[in-house]
Nanobody, 123 residues
Framework: QVQLVESGGGLVRPGGSLRLSCAGS????????VAWFRQAPGKKREGVGC????????FYAESLEGRFTISRDNAKNTVYLQMNSLKPEDTAVYYC????????????????WGQGTQVIVST
């Protein structure tokens, strides 16, 4: 049974940092594209970025202005989302998802999803 479990969310002040984790079980994440999505209150879920399964290239939403970084730790079967210089508009539930193709923002192409972890950026 495939499971993706996100963790690391919480409350952080503007300008702070968080590192989210996406741990896989029943699946070897290194064989898959892993993407991060987020859904802010009252908004549609949107793509944050993804890491490819071949050369581990990473791609990010332009709106993030280089503040987020995705990386893998294959020994831990985990993918991370490092978030720096957080802003209130980054407040959302963050999800990781996997697919066997190529990085994309098309949510329907992703086969497995985690349950999400809440990030709140506020004073």
């Amino acid at each position: 049974q495939v499971q993706l479990v996100e963790s690391g969310g919480g409350l952080v002040r503007p300008g702070g940092s968080l590192r989210l984790s996406c741990a896989g079980s029943g699946i070897t994440l290194d064989y898959y594209v892993v993407a991060w999505f987020r859904q802010a209150p009252g908004k549609k879920r949107e793509g944050v970025g993804c890491i490819s399964r071949s050369d581990h290239s990473t791609f990010y939403a332009e709106s993030l202005e280089g503040r987020f970084t995705i990386s893998r730790d294959n020994a831990k079967n985990t993918v991370y989302l490092q978030m720096n210089s957080l802003k209130p508009e980054d407040t959302a539930v963050y999800y990781c998802a996997t697919e066997f193709g190529v990085c994309s923002n098309v949510q329907a192409e992703y086969d497995y999803w985690g349950q999400g972890t809440q990030v709140i950026v506020s004073t």
